[in-house]
């Protein structure tokens, strides 16, 4: 969660004004958190609610209400303020970039003794898309989103309260390997070309499908998590979901430095602070 909500953040003063570069400011006094982080914290709250499709669509029309200047969507927008509890066939990025709380509580314990892929969480990171976005890229997305998180999560450790858990996966190298090929298989996302294929020729696109697969390759090209935000802002785009959504699965394979999440922390206000409490609180009782 602390992933999306940095490369947000980051990607906020770039948005439209996009550096095809690495080298940059990463934090600017102009900066702030976006739709993406207001988004990320609602499916926070509907998970520790729950999980169900009421928790989801309560959750995002109260934060949305909360912050309704955090630049959403126009149909999204609508949506938020209306009456209306029925999802509208959205394939926009914005369920890919919220969906990373759900890649935290899928059941990498289960995984490691069976081998069987967790579909209790993969029905969750649909469901927690197509409360607005049930058209198949929309849903798609979200879902290919969580399980890199997920297979992070493998490589890492990050699946116990026990500390002598052993990884899963061995390497960065088979964590990115297994990432790539599961996406490809799974989703059918193109990940073959390279960021410097991608970037001279990739313009501002709000679908799934033209922003996940850039986004995966930003983290499976990345050294770790500040150059994944790197690789991610620099493709130019839709810089803030681009990076909300790198830096999300690289949360998960890599070490956040404390100075970075000091500085994005301050650009919180107190609910969504409150928020990220509560949900580390949420993930220790649940590895517990």
Not at 45 to 50: D, R, S
Not at 105 to 131: E, H, N, Y
Not at 168 to 183: A, G, P, Q, W, Y
Not at 202 to 220: D, G, H, K, M, W
């Amino acid at each position: 969660m602390m992933g999306a909500i940095i490369g947000d953040i980051v990607g906020s003063v770039y948005e439209w004004h996009n550096i095809k570069k690495k080298r940059f400011s990463l934090f600017r006094k102009t900066c702030f958190f976006t739709d993406d982080t207001v988004m990320t914290a609602a499916v926070a709250e509907a998970l520790m609610n729950g999980g169900s499709e009421d928790d989801f669509i309560d959750a995002m029309k109260k934060y949305g209400k909360l912050y309704p200047d955090a630049g959403y969507g126009i149909r999204f927008d609508s949506w938020i303020h209306s009456d209306s509890r029925e999802p509208y066939q959205s394939y926009g990025n914005g369920s890919a970039m919220r969906v990373s709380p759900v890649g935290w509580i899928m059941d990498c314990d289960s995984f490691a003794k069976s081998r069987v892929w967790p579909t209790q969480g993969q029905d969750l990171a649909k469901r927690s898309a197509a409360v607005t976005h049930n058209h198949p890229e929309g849903i798609k997305g979200a879902m290919a989103v969580a399980d890199a998180i997920f297979i992070c999560r493998l490589y890492r450790g990050k699946y116990s309260a026990d500390s002598s858990s052993e990884p899963i996966l061995s390497t960065l190298e088979d964590c990115k390997r297994m990432v790539k090929e599961h996406t490809q298989q799974e989703y059918g996302y193109d990940l073959s070309r390279t960021l410097d294929q991608i970037r001279p020729s990739y313009r501002f696109n709000e679908s799934c499908q033209e922003t996940v697969p850039q986004a995966i390759t930003a983290f499976l090209e990345s050294t770790d998590f500040e150059d994944a935000i790197r690789n991610a802002i620099s493709l130019g785009g839709d810089s803030d979901t681009l990076a909300a959504i790198t830096g999300s699965i690289a949360e998960a394979a890599y070490d956040i430095p404390q100075w970075i999440k000091e500085r994005a922390w301050k650009y919180l206000d107190k609910p969504l602070q409150d928020v990220y409490k509560r949900w580390e609180i949420f993930l220790k009782e649940g590895f517990s």
